[in-house]
Nanobody, 125 residues
Framework: VQLQASGGGLVQAGDSLRLSCAFSGRTFSTYAVAWFRQAPGKVRAFVAAFSRGGSGRYYADSVKGRFTISRDNAKNTVYLQMNSLKPEDTAIYYC???????????????????WGQGTLVTVSS
């Protein structure tokens, strides 16, 4: 499995940004796909995820109501639409995928076997 994250950039507080994660190498629909982020000096944190097959969407409390995860099965791509961005959203955003992960483990980064390279999001105040 290969994951390619893109779409990061420098924006101002209150702006929107959409990240993309292109998936290749295996059957997309059989994998859970998630977004994590890592701010400077902090541990990698869960942001949002689709369960395997895309039947369920899950969000960290810190982004609920502002971020939306979506997927395009025809393009094998998962998106993260980020609205009302805050300076504390500044981080490197990573997409991750795993075929065997269960619902209760979606927010645990150690459970994912495959990772993209990350894309930097910087939100200025």
């Amino acid at each position: 499995v290969q994951l390619q994250a893109s779409g990061g950039g420098l924006v101002q507080a209150g702006d929107s940004l959409r990240l993309s994660c292109a998936f290749s190498g295996r059957t997309f629909s059989t994998y859970a796909v998630a977004w994590f982020r890592q701010a400077p000096g902090k541990v990698r944190a869960f942001v949002a995820a689709f369960s395997r097959g895309g039947s369920g969407r899950y969000y960290a409390d810190s982004v609920k109501g502002r971020f939306t995860i979506s997927r395009d099965n025809a393009k094998n791509t998962v998106y993260l639409q980020m609205n009302s961005l805050k300076p504390e959203d500044t981080a490197i955003y990573y997409c991750a995928a795993d075929q065997c992960i269960i619902q209760s483990s979606l927010s645990y980064s150690a459970q994912y076997d495959y990772w993209g390279q990350g894309t930097l999001v910087t939100v200025s105040s």
